[in-house]
């Protein structure tokens, strides 16, 4: 049914694309943070990313009493912004490594310890420099149409799952005999623009590039999978019997509130609403910061003057949606912005 509604529409070979298109299970990748371990979906989705700018921050021991201070909290925001500059520079790692080989391993480097020192040491008082210094220097951005679900079971199995349609209502394309929004996927490919990696601080990244595209550009494949910036994750401690299962929605935004809504609960102490429900910032591809509109204004001067540029963001909804548990109590948080519940069975 979905074929021929699809067909109906004018597309030609829509069969033989349904049919050579199947699912991968792969092992997530696995990062210590901590008391915590994080798993999350390795390239083309966003995990390695949010690897990499957790683990860089955990090398600053950020905690409640080092941001107690509103010096401390400029100061804690001025290094997520660095890590965060830093971290859309690496964002071309996040190509199908099963359609471009040379990027087999290239995601796996930013889960390096090595890779996180140096770009810790690369961080320093200011945000005024170069774009280069952090090799942003291309637009790469993402839709909106995501959601997401975590979900804890009473066996303690857990399960966190993001799906997109890429923008709002997809390709407005309809089946209405199985009620499927059809996506556009595809706009990611083909509007990708060229990412640079010569001043990448990896000695592995040099060379990456596909030799012959025009401009460094990733030209796209047969059966090719977009990059997301989905991080549907799971955090799990040993010691302490806690387990903290999240994600979220918001196209480009998602890496960066989730990121924060794991900073706020896991080093900063808040309780699992608090950490989702705090304001967020998040960096653009020009480097320049973009504030939720509730977020500190103490906090947005100190990081003024430290030279961090900022700009205003036309729409800003980022959703995080998580379930913790600790011992024997669980939480579940379904984030306000979007008006949403969280339920138990």
Same mark, same amino acid.
């Given at each position: 049914?979905?074929?021929?509604?699809?067909?109906?529409?004018?597309?030609?070979?829509?069969?033989?694309?349904?049919?050579?298109?199947?699912?991968?299970?792969?092992?997530?990748?696995? $990062?210590?943070?901590?008391?915590?371990?994080?798993?999350?979906?390795?390239?083309?989705?966003?995990?390695?990313?949010?690897?990499?700018?957790?683990?860089?921050?955990?090398?600053?021991?950020?905690?409640?009493?080092? $941001?107690?201070?509103?010096?401390?909290?400029?100061?804690?925001?001025?290094?997520?912004?660095?890590?965060?500059?830093?971290?859309?520079?690496?964002?071309?790692?996040?190509?199908?490594?099963?359609?471009?080989?040379?990027?087999?391993?290239?995601?796996?480097?930013?889960?390096?310890?090595?890779?996180? +020192?140096?770009?810790?040491? +690369?961080?320093?008082?200011?945000?005024?420099?170069?774009?280069?210094?952090?090799?942003?220097?291309?637009?790469?951005?993402?839709?909106?149409?995501?959601?997401?679900?975590?979900?804890?079971?009473?066996?303690?199995?857990?399960?966190?799952?993001?799906?997109?349609?890429?923008?709002?209502?997809?390709?407005? $394309?309809?089946?209405?005999?199985?009620?499927?929004i059809l996506n556009n996927e595809l706009l990611d490919l083909c509007e990708r623009c060229p990412?640079?990696?010569?001043?990448?601080?990896?000695?592995?990244?040099?060379?990456?590039?596909?030799?012959?595209?025009?401009?460094?550009?990733?030209?796209?494949?047969?059966?090719?999978?977009?990059?997301?910036?989905?991080?549907?994750?799971?955090?799990?401690?040993?010691?302490?019997?806690?387990?903290? $299962?999240?994600?979220?929605?918001?196209?480009?935004?998602?890496?960066?509130?989730?990121?924060?809504?794991?900073?706020?609960?896991?080093?900063?102490?808040?309780?699992?609403?608090?950490?989702?429900?705090?304001?967020?910032?998040?960096?653009?591809?020009?480097?320049?910061?973009?504030?939720?509109?509730?977020?500190?204004?103490?906090?947005?001067?100190?990081?003024?003057?430290?030279?961090?540029?900022?700009?205003?963001?036309?729409?800003?909804l980022n959703v995080v949606q998580a379930v913790s548990q600790e011992g024997a109590c669980v939480?579940?948080?379904?984030?306000?912005?979007?008006?949403?519940?969280?339920?138990?069975?």
């Amino acid at each position: 049914m979905l074929v021929e509604d699809i067909a109906k529409e004018g597309p030609e070979g829509v069969l033989e694309d349904r049919t050579g298109c199947q699912p991968e299970v792969v092992d997530a990748l696995e $990062v210590p943070l901590g008391d915590y371990t994080l798993y999350s979906p390795p390239p083309p989705a966003g995990g390695a990313i949010l690897s990499f700018i957790l683990n860089v921050l955990r090398g600053f021991n950020f905690s409640a009493e080092s $941001v107690a201070r509103p010096e401390g909290r400029v100061n804690m925001y001025h290094h997520l912004v660095e890590t965060l500059k830093f971290a859309r520079g690496q964002r071309w790692r996040l190509g199908d490594p099963r359609s471009h080989p040379k990027l087999q391993n290239a995601s796996r480097d930013l889960l390096e310890e090595t890779l996180a +020192q140096l770009i810790r040491q +690369q961080i320093d008082g200011r945000g005024d420099h170069q774009l280069s210094h952090y090799s942003l220097a291309d637009a790469w951005g993402h839709g909106t149409g995501t959601s997401h679900v975590s979900v804890l079971g009473e066996d303690g199995s857990a399960v966190a799952a993001t799906s997109t349609i890429n923008t709002p209502f997809g390709a407005m $394309v309809y089946s209405p005999r199985t009620g499927i929004i059809l996506n556009n996927e595809l706009l990611d490919l083909c509007e990708r623009c060229p990412r640079g990696s010569g001043t990448t601080p990896s000695p592995a990244v040099n060379g990456d590039r596909v030799s012959g595209a025009p401009g460094g550009c990733w030209p796209p494949v047969p059966g090719e999978r977009s990059p997301s910036s989905m991080v549907p994750s799971i955090l799990i401690s040993k010691a302490q019997g806690s387990k903290l $299962v999240i994600g979220g929605a918001g196209g480009e935004l998602i890496i960066s509130a989730v990121a924060q809504a794991i900073m706020n609960k896991l080093w900063l102490g808040f309780d699992l609403r608090a950490a989702i429900a705090a304001p967020i910032l998040h960096v653009n591809s020009k480097g320049r910061v973009e504030y939720e509109p509730s977020f500190s204004q103490e906090v947005q001067r100190g990081l003024q003057d430290r030279g961090q540029n900022q700009t205003q963001r036309p729409f800003f909804l980022n959703v995080v949606q998580a379930v913790s548990q600790e011992g024997a109590c669980v939480y579940a948080v379904s984030d306000l912005r979007k008006g949403g519940e969280a339920a138990g069975y």
